[in-house]
Each structure stands twice: as structure tokens, then as C-alpha cells.
């Protein structure tokens, strides 16, 4: 399933990455992780782990042993907690030679394009170097109204935010069966899944709730599974308490398949294209427009007028000088900023505004006419 990948997003949860009895790291199964993960990157695979825990590593080390906790409560048990879930990554990692770094995220960092943009140019940027980054979303500082709410959701938005093509939801059950397993001896596991129609939906129930930490459920990854179908990613639901589970999917181990609408690329560029009002206009020379014509990214040297009032991230039209569009796409400046560096060189931008942000309008957030 997992044959393939490009990019691979794994989500795991708390009950995996923390020993319920100590509340500590599991470090056996961090280890046994690490190892899959490592080889699949030796493989060509790009990595990014989706990793909840901090709140349950931290509340033991806060004395918080009761299980509600307030808000205040879980961001202290997060903020004591999130040190020692990172610390226990580069533990497993170190002896396979890979780096790992950390990305706390908020709701806005996939929702607001100008964070969304910082957030993937970092992202990139990390997987460029061969480092794994471990995401989580910012529970220090989160509140109820701007929370992904788990997890699942948070994966299936950084899939979509990074192209990914396969997202791994490790669960406490090997996939989605037609009714709870636990109680309905005649429940078979749905192998392989084209379209989440709402039969499928309602299989969800409750098939995956007890765990005992952790905010998920089978519903949630059923959610975060039409996030990322529509994203162009492919889903796949396995068992996560046991050893070595990437390696288990390449052994063929039991999953539930939930497959892609499309390609990451395609649904991006619809998206791009069909879903965003354009804010402004750029205006480019003929030189410009043939570069475009070959795939290039827009750069600030080729653009001859700037029109509109659009910020960073906002979708803006692209046109020849005599008015035709040639294409859309997300600039990487705002409209005052592009009005400065219009008709620069691309070493002279960050002498002009005080820092660069790379061409104005990249390659892959353009779409072209």
C-alpha cells in the first residue's frame, strides 16, 4: 500500500507513543517505528509524522493524574510534555542517522493562506534537507474555538498542505469494518473504499473509541480520509499497537484503503484555479510569458504592473501586456511589496523590501490559461 509514496504523512496517537501504565515514552515502539520509517526513507520516501502525546508525557510529569483535565490544564500538560515527546523522537531516530525537528501548528497555519504558505515553505524546506518533521498542533496556546479538535483532522490538512500522496492513520483497529468488531462477531474489514458514501459513513459509529487517551475515533479518520481523497491523497487505516507497522503494510498485514479522487498535484491546481477569487492583477513581458509557457515559476523581473489590493497567499490573475490571461496563481508578496520589486532582479529583492520570498508567483501555485 504503501508501495510507490512520495510523500507520506503517518498520524500517531497518544496511546502509541506513551506507555499508559508509566506515562512515559514507549520507547520499544518508538524504536521499532523509527526503523520502518528510516527505511522507507532510505527507499525515497519524504516523511511526516503527525505525533500527539505531549499532553499525556506531561500530565504525569505535573502531577495531573485525574482524566478530565481543564484547558488551562491540558496546555500546562502540553507545554511540560512536548520536550520530552521530542526528546524520546530524536532518541529513536539517532541510531538510523536521521534529524528531526518540530512544527507546533493552530487551525490557522492550514486555514489563512499566508500562514499556509509560511507553514509549507518550511515544511518543504525541512524535507529538502532530509529531516523528518514531527507536527503537532500548538496545545500551549490553542483554544476550543480555533482547535483542529484531534489529530486525524490535523494530518489530513498537512497531507493536502504538502502534496502528499498517502496518508497513514495508525488506530487501535486494523481498518473500518461494517459494524463494531468488539461486539458484532459477523463485522467484516473493508479492504479497499473508491467513494465514502454516507452507508460508509455510518459504519464509523464508535469502532474505534476506546483507547482511553487521545480525542480520535474511527468518525475522525473517516473525516480526515475525505480531507485528504480530496486532497488527491490516498488513506489507508491500520493497527498501530504492534512492531514495526510501516513494515507490516509491505508484508501485506491487514488495512482498510481508502483511495485518492485524484492526484495531490490536480486537486491542488483545481483548487488554484476553480476555488479562489482573484485579488489583483500582474501584469508580464513577453520573455515572462514564455517562461511561464515552460513550466517556470514567475519571476519579479518579468512583471510589468501590479494591480489590485491582495496580500500574500491571495490568488491573483496573471496577463500579457496586451491584457490576455495567461494564468492564476498564489502570490508570494502583497500587492504593495510587488509593486516595489516588479521589474527586479531576483538578487536585488531583498536589497528592496528586506527580505525575499522567492519568485512572485511559484511554479506549483500556478495554474496557467
Not at 506513551?18 to 522507507?40: E, I, N, Q, T, V
Not at 508578496?333 to 538578487?347: C, M
Request: proline content about 3%.
Amino acid at each position: 500500500m504503501l508501495g510507490g509514496a512520495r510523500r507520506i504523512v503517518v498520524k500517531i496517537g497518544s496511546a502509541l507513543v506513551a506507555d499508559a501504565a508509566s506515562g512515559r515514552p514507549d520507547h520499544h515502539w518508538l524504536a521499532a517505528f523509527a526503523a520502518d520509517a528510516a527505511a522507507l526513507t532510505a527507499n525515497g520516501a519524504q516523511l511526516l509524522l503527525v505525533s500527539s502525546g505531549a499532553v499525556a508525557l506531561g500530565r504525569r510529569r505535573l502531577g495531573l493524574t485525574r482524566k478530565a483535565l481543564t484547558l488551562p490544564e491540558k496546555q500546562a500538560a502540553a507545554a511540560a510534555g512536548q520536550s520530552t515527546l521530542m526528546r524520546a523522537w530524536e532518541e529513536a531516530f539517532e541510531p538510523h542517522g536521521r534529524g528531526v525537528a518540530q512544527l507546533l501548528l493552530t487551525r490557522d497555519d492550514t486555514e489563512v493562506r499566508r500562514r499556509w504558505l509560511n507553514a509549507r515553505a518550511t515544511t518543504e524546506t525541512l524535507l529538502g534537507l532530509g529531516v523528518i518533521p514531527v507536527i503537532n498542533e500548538n496545545d500551549t496556546v490553542v483554544t476550543e474555538e480555533i482547535r483542529y479538535g484531534d489529530n486525524d483532522r490535523l494530518a489530513a490538512r498537512v497531507a493536502q498542505m504538502i502534496g502528499a500522496d498517502r496518508l497513514v492513520l495508525l488506530s487501535d483497529i486494523d481498518g473500518l469494518y461494517t459494524a463494531d468488531p468488539r461486539n458484532d462477531p459477523s463485522a467484516s474489514r473493508l479492504e479497499r473504499i473508491e467513494t465514502l458514501t454516507p452507508e460508509i459513513l455510518a459504519m464509523a459509529g464508535g469502532a474505534n473509541a476506546g483507547a482511553g487517551v487521545g480525542t480520535g475515533g474511527m468518525a475522525t479518520k473517516l473525516t480526515a480520509a475525505r480531507i485528504a481523497q480530496a486532497a488527491g491523497c490516498a488513506t489507508i487505516i491500520t493497527l498501530g499497537r504492534r512492531p514495526h507497522p510501516l513494515g507490516a503494510l509491505g508484508e501485506g498485514a491487514a488495512a482498510t484503503l481508502i483511495e485518492a479522487a485524484t492526484t495531490p498535484a490536480a486537486a491542488y491546481k483545481a483548487w488554484i484555479a476553480g476555488s479562489l477569487a482573484p485579488s489583483g492583477t500582474l501584469t508580464i513581458d513577453a520573455g515572462a510569458a514564455r517562461a511561464l509557457a515552460g513550466g517556470k515559476s514567475l519571476l519579479a523581473a518579468g512583471v510589468t504592473g501590479v494591480e489590485g489590493r491582495f496580500g500574500k497567499g491571495d490568488a491573483v490573475r496573471i496577463v500579457s501586456e496586451d491584457g490576455a490571461e495567461i494564468g492564476r496563481g498564489l502570490s508570494r508578496y502583497d500587492a504593495a511589496d510587488a509593486e516595489q520589486i516588479a521589474g527586479l532582479r531576483s538578487d536585488a529583492i531583498e536589497a528592496a523590501i528586506g527580505f525575499t520570498a522567492g519568485p512572485m508567483v511559484h511554479a506549483d501555485d500556478l495554474v496557467r490559461g
